[in-house]
């Protein structure tokens, strides 16, 4: 599957952005449908995973200000980002994670921007 991320730019402090995520193939059989982020210097981090039960999990520095939803119909994934701050600039990717008794794959986008500065 093909993904491909939308919806980075310049925000301020305290401001929002919401990311999208498109795919190419249907999503609604893939086990987990993440959002990463890299810096320059620094590991890939974790930002918020929804996995194809429903449940969802995020990283402790953002947790109660991004949510993460995906629409299974239309084969989306989201990333709304509330209270932003400088130390989210980063990278943003989108992940796909697929497992079975048969095969396991993941795909990535090429990201999306975000820069947070006033």
């Known amino acids: 599957v093909q993904l491909v991320e939308s919806g980075g730019g310049l925000v301020q402090p305290g401001g929002s952005l919401r990311l999208s995520c498109a795919a190419s193939?249907?999503?609604?059989?893939?086990?987990?449908m993440k959002w990463y982020r890299e810096t320059p210097g620094k590991q890939r981090e974790l930002v918020a995973a929804a996995n194809s039960g429903g449940s969802t999990t995020y990283a402790d520095s953002v947790k109660g200000r991004f949510t993460i939803s995906r629409d299974n119909v239309n084969n989306m994934v989201y990333l709304q980002m509330n209270g932003l701050k400088p130390e989210d600039t980063a990278k943003y990717l989108c992940?796909?994670?697929?497992?079975?008794?048969?095969?396991?794959?993941?795909?990535w986008g090429q990201g999306t921007q975000v820069t947070v500065s006033s």
């Open positions: 193939e249907s999503i609604s059989s893939i086990n987990a």
């Open positions: 992940n796909a994670d697929y497992f079975s008794i048969y095969e396991a794959w993941t795909s």
